[in-house]
C-alpha cells in the first residue's frame, strides 16, 4: 500500500461524482491555520493514525447537536480539507489517515457510510500523498460491513477499517463480532478502534468523551482478551486510541483476574502477551504518567503518533506534538513513534 497518486488514480471512476463540500473550518486567532497556508512537508514529517473528517452527507445524517452534545466545551468540532492540512502543514505532520469518528446509530447507515467512504478516498486522491483512511462500516450489520469491508479494502484500497468499542453495549469480543474478525484476520487487516458512547448515562459528570471513552476503549480490549479473540485472530493489527485508555495501567488487575480463573489462561494465552500485541496511538496521551504506563507495557515498535483532530482543540494538538518532541528517550525510538512504526504498519512512506 502506498499513499501515492497511481495507488488512487485508480478510484476516478468510482469517486468522480463525489462532492468536494466539507464542513467549514471558520478562521480564528486560536484556530489550526499557518499563516503560509498548505506546503508541502520537507524531510520525514509526522503521520497522524488519529485523525477525522466530517464531510456534509455525515454532518447532515447525525446533526450538529449530536456532534456537540460529546464534546468537552458542547461544541460541534469544525472541519474543512484546507483546516485539516492547515493543522498538518503548522505542526509538521506528513500524513494523516482520515475516518469517521464515533457516533449515533445512523439512519441508512450502509448508504452514508459508502458515501463517507468514498469522500474520505477523494480526499486522497485530491491530495497526492496526504491522506490515508480507515473506512467506516455499517455495524451492527455483519453482512453490510463484511460487503463494505471487501469494497474498501478491495476498490478504495483503504488502510484499513475503524471499529468502534461497542455497538449497544455489545464489546468487540462478542460473538456477534466474529464473522467480521474471521474476515479481518484472513485479510492481516488493519482495525483502529474508537471509543464509543457506553450503553447507559451518568448523571453529574463530564461529558462522556472525558472519562467513559478511554474506560470503553479498556473495556473492548479486555473483551477481546478473555473472549479468546487477541489469540484466535493473530493477524489483525489493532491499534488503541488514546494510548489504550486506563487499559496500561489495569493491567496487572487484568492479569490477575487471569490467575484466579484455572483454565482461562489456556483459553485466551499469556494476558500481558496478548496487551504487546495491540498497536497504541499517542492521541491526548502525550502526559508523562501516560506515557509511562504506556511504555510499561506496550510493544515499543507498536506506538503510533496521533493527534485526535479536529475533535482535539488546537491547543492539545501542540501539547501531543511537543509532549513527543519532550519525551526522554533516544532519536530513534521518537522517530519511531513519529513516523516509523506507522510505515511499517501501514506499509507507506512518510
Not at 204 to 227: H, K, M, N, W, Y
Request: neutral net charge; charged residues 20%; proline residues 8%.
Amino acid at each position: 500500500m502506498s499513499f501515492d497518486l497511481s495507488r488512487r488514480t485508480t478510484l476516478a471512476a468510482v469517486l468522480g461524482s463525489v462532492a468536494l463540500g466539507g464542513t467549514r473550518l471558520a478562521a480564528a486567532p486560536n484556530d489550526h491555520t499557518s499563516p503560509q497556508g498548505s506546503k508541502p512537508i520537507t524531510g520525514s514529517g509526522k503521520i497522524d493514525t488519529h485523525q477525522h473528517f466530517l464531510p456534509k452527507v455525515y454532518v447532515d445524517a447525525v446533526g450538529l447537536e449530536t456532534l456537540a452534545s460529546v464534546m468537552p466545551n458542547r461544541r460541534a468540532p469544525e472541519w474543512s480539507e484546507t483546516g485539516a492540512l492547515a493543522m498538518m502543514d503548522a505542526r509538521g505532520i506528513a500524513k494523516g489517515v482520515i475516518s469517521i469518528s464515533s457516533g449515533p446509530v445512523i439512519p441508512d447507515a450502509p448508504n452514508v457510510l459508502r458515501k463517507c467512504n468514498d469522500e474520505g478516498a477523494a480526499i486522497g486522491v485530491r491530495h497526492k500523498g496526504r491522506f490515508g483512511l480507515f473506512a467506516s462500516l455499517p455495524l451492527p450489520d455483519i453482512d453490510a460491513s463484511l460487503k463494505e469491508l471487501a469494497y474498501a479494502l478491495d476498490t478504495l484500497k483503504a488502510e484499513g477499517v475503524i471499529l468502534f468499542t461497542n455497538y449497544g453495549g455489545k464489546y468487540l469480543g462478542d460473538p456477534a463480532f466474529r464473522p467480521l474478525l474471521e474476515e479481518l484476520n484472513r485479510r492481516s487487516g488493519v482495525a483502529f478502534l474508537h471509543p464509543n458512547e457506553p450503553n447507559y448515562h451518568l448523571v453529574g459528570q463530564p461529558p462522556e468523551s472525558v472519562l467513559e471513552f478511554p474506560f470503553d476503549t479498556t473495556r473492548t480490549a479486555a473483551s477481546l482478551i478473555f473472549s479468546g479473540a487477541m489469540k484466535a485472530f493473530p493477524n489483525i493489527r489493532f491499534i488503541l486510541s488514546h494510548a489504550g485508555g486506563t487499559l496500561p495501567f489495569l493491567s496487572q488487575r487484568l492479569a490477575g483476574a487471569v490467575m484466579l480463573n484455572p483454565g482461562l489462561e489456556e483459553k485466551i494465552g499469556d494476558p500481558n502477551a496478548a496487551i504487546r500485541q495491540f498497536w497504541f496511538d499517542t492521541a491526548l496521551s502525550m502526559s508523562k504518567p501516560a506515557m509511562a504506563a504506556l511504555m510499561a507495557v506496550a510493544d515499543p515498535t507498536k506506538i503510533v503518533f496521533g493527534t485526535d483532530f479536529p475533535m482535539a482543540p488546537p491547543f492539545a494538538i501542540t501539547m501531543s506534538v511537543d509532549g513527543l518532541a519532550a519525551m526522554p528517550i533516544d532519536e530513534a525510538s521518537r522517530n519511531a513513534i513519529s513516523y516509523n512504526n506507522a510505515e511499517r504498519l501501514l506499509s507507506i512512506k512518510a
